[in-house]
């Protein structure tokens, strides 16, 4: 089995707790549950991992504390985590005999560190691997090609998608405003940091009556972008979507309306990074995209 990486993987974790909301931790072992188990008792956290897997409260960890600290990892240290939880953002995907690692673009805080943060080891800690099939080789190189060749968010869009650039973000748009962001983000269950990323697109976005032009984003963020959109697909981060050309145009056209909204780094790498976690939740994907044909109507008008 060979470790594949797509370059150098770089990061420093900001301890933001953002992780730590709106997803599912599931547990890798019996041995595992048993831990947490005993750690909730000593925390006096009650029923914290209902069928393997642990409780939200709010969108958030159960373990999650008010200073968006892990209470596991403060009483005990990183190693006594959830093995998946020691792992993120590392991210590892195994098609055929590669192994895939890379770093979530789904982490809130990347933007910052992509480039410059300290070198991760590729190979370390991987114990949650996800296996993908190897179907999808052929029409995954086709688009990693070209987010490879394109210097550019829209350049990129515009080698994906067929006609002019202008009638799929014209399109692009009405599909955003109809998916109703604002609506999403208000369930009870939403992560806040979900809502603090995505609020000012939802906010935004009703406004918009025509394409607003070209983002306003730094050199890095541009490249952040291209680079956060070849991690969703080259990962596999979203398996629900079976077309790696469709899990890119949205990655890419998240990026033109995050930057549409952010034009600051920061701002625009959090509100990236909750649009990357957004488009593998099914509420989001059945309300972009609720059938073939408002997919095809999407991309050919
Ligand atoms: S156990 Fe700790 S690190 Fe894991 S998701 Fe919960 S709060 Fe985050």
């Known amino acids: 089995m060979s470790i594949a990486t797509l370059d150098t993987l770089r990061h420093v974790c900001a301890m933001c707790g953002g992780s730590c909301q709106g997803v599912n931790v599931s547990l890798s072992s019996q041995e595992e549950l048993t831990q947490v188990l005993a750690q909730a008792e000593q925390l006096g956290i009650s029923d914290p991992a209902p069928k393997g897997v642990l409780r939200r409260v709010h969108g958030r960890c159960v373990f999650l504390g008010d200073d968006a600290l892990c209470r596991i990892h403060g009483a005990w240290g990183i190693s006594a985590k959830p093995k998946v939880c020691q792992q993120y953002p590392m991210i590892a995907t195994r098609v055929g005999d590669e192994t895939r690692v890379g770093l979530d673009p ?28 190897e179907a999808l080789l052929p029409h995954e190189e086709r688009v990693m090609a070209v987010l490879e060749q394109a210097e550019g968010i829209e350049q990129a869009l515009a080698m994906l998608v067929p006609g002019e650039l202008e009638g799929f973000l014209g399109r692009w748009i009405q599909t955003l405003q109809e998916v109703d962001l604002a609506d999403l983000l208000a369930d009870p269950d939403t992560s806040p940091s979900l809502r603090v990323s995505l609020g000012p697109l939802a906010q935004t976005m009703p406004g918009w009556s025509a394409i607003p032009g070209p983002p306003e984003l730094s050199d890095n963020a541009r490249a952040f972008a291209l680079h956060a ?24 056209g998240g990026a033109m309306a995050c930057g549409w909204t952010n034009t600051d780094d920061a701002a625009f790498g959090q509100a990236l990074a909750g649009w990357m976690r957004a488009i593998r939740a099914p509420a989001v994907l059945g309300r972009l995209l609720p059938s073939p044909q408002s997919l095809q109507t999407l991309v050919e008008g």
């Open 229 to 252: 959109a070849k991690r969703m697909v080259w990962l596999r981060l979203c398996p629900k979507i079976p077309s790696p050309a469709v899990v890119a145009l949205l990655s890419l």
């Open 106 to 133: 789904g982490c809130f805080h990347s933007v910052k560190s992509w480039q410059t943060g300290p070198e991760v080891p590729g190979g370390s800690l991987m114990v949650s691997v996800s296996k993908q099939p």
